[in-house]
């Protein structure tokens, strides 16, 4: 399996546009995570997946950001509009849901907003 | 509640000597362990997890973490570092809630080795 695969890598955008993270999960892997890392806050969990369904959005920010799910091999998380504090790497990981597994990261997109 | 605290938020070492990363967790039940580790504009990599099994758990480069109960801690060490060894560090627990298992991230440690 290629692993969890995210597009793009990077993105410049300006305030105000739209923004749209790819994220491609692991075959077989029913839940999925997307994260936001910055240098103020760490690692932040904004929103999982179980089975395709949405479990709890709680760390999505504001209303701007959206995920959607539409099926077990893609997800997107959108801003819109995006700002400059939305500046930061988002990842998107997937696991396996047993005991003691773990989960599988993408490479990450790395999100400008000017 | 469940909860992750990773105790030094940069530890400095000089290569060839070994490395301590601190790691503590609140659980109400036995969870499971990990430590992935990000290089500089990098994805996580996962170094070793705890399972409810060995309580001595080896990583890969060398590195391996014991998990300790009575203590609540999952310690990274290495007898002796490399400079390869500097990146950003990440105790994680997994968590079940909602039938999935959420991996919940500490605040990172920055490990900076000197030549």
């Known amino acids: 399996d290629a692993g969890v695969i995210q597009s793009p890598r990077h993105e410049v955008t300006e305030m105000g546009q739209e923004v749209t993270l790819r994220c491609k999960p692991i075959?077989?892997?029913?839940?999925l995570f997307w994260y936001r890392q910055t240098m103020m806050r760490g690692l932040e969990l904004l929103i999982y997946?179980?089975?395709?369904?949405?479990?709890?959005d709680s760390g999505m920010p504001e209303d701007r950001f959206s995920a959607k799910m539409p099926n077990a091999s893609f997800s997107t998380l959108k801003i819109q509009p995006s700002e400059p504090r939305d500046s930061a790497v988002y990842f998107c990981a997937s696991t396996r849901d047993r005991v003691g597994t773990e989960a599988f990261f993408g490479q990450g997109t790395r999100l400008t907003v000017v | 509640a469940q909860s992750v605290t990773q105790l030094d938020s940069h530890v400095s070492v000089s290569e060839g000597t070994p490395v301590l990363l601190r790691c503590n967790y609140s659980?109400?039940?036995?969870?499971?362990l990990f430590w992935y580790v990000q290089h500089p504009n990098k994805g996580l990599q996962l170094l070793l997890k705890?399972?409810?099994?060995?309580?001595l758990v080896k990583g890969i480069n060398g590195f391996e973490a014991e998990f300790k109960k009575s203590e609540t801690s999952f310690h990274l060490t290495k007898p002796s570092a490399h400079m390869s060894d500097a990146a950003e560090y990440f105790c994680v627990v997994s968590f079940i809630s909602g039938g999935s298992y959420i991996p919940t991230f500490g605040r990172g440690t920055s490990l900076i080795v000197h030549p």
């Open positions: 997946f179980n089975n395709n369904v949405p479990i709890d």
């Open positions: 659980s109400s039940y036995s969870p499971s």
């Open positions: 705890y399972t409810s099994a060995a309580t």
């Open positions: 075959s077989g892997h029913n839940s």
